[in-house]
Nanobody
Framework: RVQVVESGGGSVQHGGSLRLSCVASGLSFRFDCMGWFRQAPGKEREGVAS????????YYADSVKGRFTISKDSANNTAFLQMNSLNPEDTAMYYC???????????????????RGQGTQVTVSS
């Protein structure tokens, strides 16, 4: 069965960095796109970043642009999110998602991708 598993979350201080990883297994195909979204308690889901397998196009929410970097290893359905200059507003559960198709139009809404993980918690203290 398909599994999407995130790792790398944790607690850091304001200004710190974390690197999230995501591995999808149980698939017979490669994702066309992968991405990260987050959700804090009492808040709406927020698309964070996404990346296309072909062409390496990347998309970022304005709130993380310049601080976060998404990358991938398409051959292994793996994605990463390097997060720098973290601040308390980045505190949330971070989820990885991937899709074969259903990418176009959802570049800023990776929570719409077909396959999603269970999340990894990121907590930033002031």
């Amino acid at each position: 069965r398909v599994q999407v598993v995130e790792s790398g979350g944790g607690s850091v201080q304001h200004g710190g960095s974390l690197r999230l990883s995501c591995v999808a297994s149980g698939l017979s195909f490669r994702f066309d796109c992968m991405g990260w979204f987050r959700q804090a308690p009492g808040k709406e889901r927020e698309g964070v970043a996404s990346i296309y397998r072909v062409g390496d196009s990347t998309y970022y929410a304005d709130s993380v642009k310049g601080r976060f970097t998404i990358s991938k290893d398409s051959a292994n359905n793996t994605a990463f999110l390097q997060m720098n200059s973290l601040n308390p507003e980045d505190t949330a559960m971070y989820y990885c998602a991937g899709s074969r198709g259903k990418c176009a139009g959802n570049e800023y809404r990776p929570y719409e991708y077909v396959y999603r993980g269970q999340g990894t918690q990121v907590t930033v203290s002031s």
